[in-house]
């Protein structure tokens, strides 16, 4: 574990230099006993494949008396990677319709989209990240097989609900947005309602699988093609 | 067009408030930002000169949190269907109420009928309209804060629109003005404090120096996000890193070697290497730069940052007590 000054009123602890569900999980649980510990000093905090940034109240606490409390609280870190989170099923249609570098992404990986879609559906993923837009979680890892580099020109709308592969990771776009990623299907579930408790399904720490869906089951769930 | 295909903001509400009749270039309902959302994903937003943005609220004795307008550039125009006070801070902008100009930071009455029109800023980028109490507009996730991007905050989630109302409440009551000795003044020459963090040792001694000695420019893409500037490279030893977590002020150098300064609206995970941070107080003064203003970088310690946000906040609350109360407004 190493910290680092982020700025005026923040630190960053450093767990590890790769993502692993390992790592991901000690990453968790410090954030837990961080909000307990810190209370209301902390402002906020941002939880990431490897790292912690913590956001505390300069004008109540200082840097060094939260970095000791850090070091002190998470001196003797110890995890349990498979008792982490819940699990997640997320529907999914895939197809060329509903993702259109499905063929494309099977093309180059020497396999069929049947494999592609088998493959995609056959790991349990982790939530490591939320970020980029309200409620994009990223999810890793994906099978080395079916991984594939983000598109070379990113697409100016990727469609709410889009389930996308981007070398090792995959997620549901929450939103429509410009982005990069290969688009494998649709899911119809929201993974950003504000309007909804809780406006998210998952959660940092999280495990998702995806479940293939027809045409028929997407549409009544409320998909919209 | 059916009921039901009414927008809410655009149906006469109950406590009109004020009409946006032009809606100018980019005028945002703010308050002091959304935290503890971060874990999903969640910006700060909030103001991007939050020192003005709080002497508007409090020359109208509001809280300082209460809901007020961010206008950047100007072109705003209301029009008041309740009778209240407002107070105009930030930026150096020509207002008129009925078409008679108008001194900022100074709370001032308006009637319902009251038109007020904003022209363009002359000094600064971001000026601020504060209303007593507040803009009346429902929290999401805490916060009035608008972030376009993330479709959250003001009113629908997006930058004022024409024909939008801004619901708040009748008020009369006593005027307040702040000496003109306390006004700040906005340049286009600044000096940034820096606090070395994130990952500076990837940083060379010399590529520091070149840094923290060399003068750079705010380019065209400055916004409420970041502040891409440009002038002598400076390259990291790593190209890229883990995504991690983006702090208020964070200086981000990409692979060009020109350095961005993320402000309110920054994503909250990145993975281009860090410097360090900008003092909150001096991102205020940036926020108030336009395109062409020349930024210079001096490193400070954290102690000397805590030390100066403790200052910030005594000198802040001090003026209060100097206040205000000895001054009466003549006409000259």
């Not at chain 1, 020109?153 to 609900?161: D, E, F, K, M």
């Not at chain 2, 909030?46 to 020192?51: A, K, R, S, T």
Request: charged residues 20%; glycine residues 8%.
């Amino acid at each position: 574990m190493r910290i680092e000054i982020a700025g005026e009123n923040s630190l960053i602890i450093y767990f590890a230099d790769k993502a692993s569900a390992e790592v991901s999980a000690y990453v968790q649980q410090a954030a837990s006993i961080l909000q307990d510990v810190l209370a209301n000093d902390i402002i906020d905090m941002v939880p990431s494949y490897a790292s912690l940034l913590v956001i505390y109240d300069a004008l109540s606490t200082d840097s060094f008396t939260v970095q000791s409390k850090i070091k002190h609280n998470l001196a003797n870190l110890a995890v349990d990677i498979a008792a982490t989170g819940k699990i997640v099923t997320l529907p999914v249609y895939y197809s060329p319709e509903s993702g259109a570098d499905l063929e494309n992404l099977a093309k180059n990986a020497q396999l069929t989209v049947a494999e592609v879609i088998e493959i995609h559906q056959q790991c349990h993923y982790r939530v490591y990240a939320i970020g980029f837009a309200p409620g994009f979680a990223y999810l890793g890892e994906v099978d080395r097989r079916i991984a594939a580099p983000r598109l070379a020109s990113p697409r100016l709308n990727v469609p709410r609900g889009a389930v996308a592969i981007a070398d090792q990771q995959t997620a549901v776009y929450p939103a429509a947005s410009p982005g990069g990623w290969n688009l494998i299907g649709l899911c119809p579930q929201r993974m950003f309602d504000p309007l909804k408790e809780p406006c998210m399904p998952v959660q940092v720490g999280d495990k998702v699988r995806f479940k293939a869906i027809s045409r028929a089951e997407f549409l009544s769930l409320g998909g919209e093609l | 067009m059916s009921a039901s295909s009414f927008n809410k903001a655009t149906m006469y509400p109950a406590n009109p408030g004020f009409k946006v009749t032009k809606s100018g270039l980019l005028s945002l309902v703010q308050d002091l930002g959304r935290y503890g959302c971060h874990n999903i994903g969640l910006t700060t937003g909030g103001p991007l000169d939050p020192y003005a943005f709080k002497w508007a609220n409090r020359l109208l004795a509001n809280e300082l949190n209460a809901s007020a307008i961010e206008i950047s550039i100007g072109g705003l125009a209301l029009e008041a269907l309740v009778d209240t006070r407002i107070c105009i801070t930030g930026a150096e902008i020509e207002f008129t109420i009925n078409g008679i100009n108008q001194p900022q930071w100074q709370s001032l009455a308006v009637t319902a009928g009251d038109n007020i029109n904003f022209g363009f800023v002359s000094s600064g980028v971001r000026s601020y309209l504060a209303v007593r109490d507040g803009f009346d507009i429902e929290p999401t996730f805490g916060s009035t804060s608008t972030v376009v991007r993330e479709g959250l905050g003001g009113v629908n989630g997006t930058k004022l629109l024409d024909g939008q109302f801004l619901p708040c409440a009748n008020f009369e009551g006593n005027d307040s003005h702040l000496k003109l000795a306390t006004i700040p003044e906005y340049k286009t020459d600044i000096c940034l404090r820096v606090i070395l963090g994130y990952q500076h040792h990837a940083f060379t001694a010399l590529q520091k120096r070149r840094f923290f000695s060399s003068v750079y420019r705010v380019s065209e893409h400055c916004d409420r996000m970041g502040y891409r500037l440009t002038g002598p490279e400076i390259k990291p030893a790593v190209d890229g890193i883990l995504s991690e977590g983006i702090c208020l002020g964070a200086i981000q150098v990409p692979a060009n070697g020109q350095p961005i300064v993320l402000m309110n609206d920054r994503q909250t995970i990145g993975g281009y290497p860090k410097l360090g941070s900008v003092l909150s107080a001096d991102l205020a003064k940036l926020a108030q730069c336009a395109q062409g203003a020349t930024i210079r970088f001096e490193q400070i310690s954290i102690e000397d940052a805590h030390n100066i946000l403790h200052l910030d906040k005594v000198a802040f609350a001090a003026m209060n007590s100097v206040k205000i109360e000895a001054i009466c407004l003549q006409p000259q």
